[in-house]
């Protein structure tokens, strides 16, 4: 085994973050020096975690031009999916009316064609509105058991920002939804960093217990686009 293969992604999320300490920091960056690999696989890190950032910042809007501004996220939405397809080499599902705004919660599943063929999906929520909450809920229910799925089908729900609201005890309307699709083993993650801004901010953060912390948005999303996971932004 090559010693960049003991380089594991998850120290490479820590590393783009600059969460490493100086001496293990050093280690990759020796080893870098001498491996064209995993220096192609830091810079394929930090480019992919730029580009979910910037998809992850919504666009302001405002009284005028709204059709315009409506368009151009449109086009960003589509730019960044192409990105992420070739920096990733992953097939990355996104629901571009959605993922950018334009779309109606209760508008059927567009990317139902796939689901036959998809057998791991993320789904993102980062927006407190009870519809969008209950859309991501419904899609991973028709996903784990709605026609084509099958036992082998992942399905992860990762909150962020307003969407963490789904996964707090004291917020969410949905807590007996979740305890149902947990018991078909559909996972939660509950963003670790905006559970630290929230504390920081002096909100004392109750989640259900079905939500996992240990990873940010940021790093669950680009850990699974590189494992070539669908990703639908509600």
Known sequence: MKKDDLISEEQLNAFADGELDTEEESRIFEL???????????????????????????????????????????????????????????????????????????????????????????????????????????RADELVNGPGATEARRVEIVANEGGLDLLRSDTTPFSQEIRELARNDVLFFACSRAIERLEREGVDVQLLPEANTEYSALDRVVLRLQQGWEYVKI
């Open 32 to 138: 870098a020096e001498n491996s064209p690999e995993l220096d192609a696989r830091l810079c394929q890190q930090r480019k992919l975690k730029e580009m979910v950032q910037h998809a992850f910042r919504n666009v302001p809007q405002g009284n005028k031009r709204s059709l315009q501004r409506r368009s151009n996220k449109r086009r960003l939405g589509l730019t960044i999916a192409a990105m992420l397809l070739l920096a990733t080499g992953a097939t990355v599902g996104w629901l571009t009316a959605q993922t950018m705004g334009t779309g109606q919660p209760g508008m059927p599943f567009a990317v139902a064609a796939q689901q036959e063929q998809s057998e791991a999906w993320l789904l993102h929520v980062s927006s407190s509105d009870p519809e969008r909450m209950k859309l991501a809920l419904r």
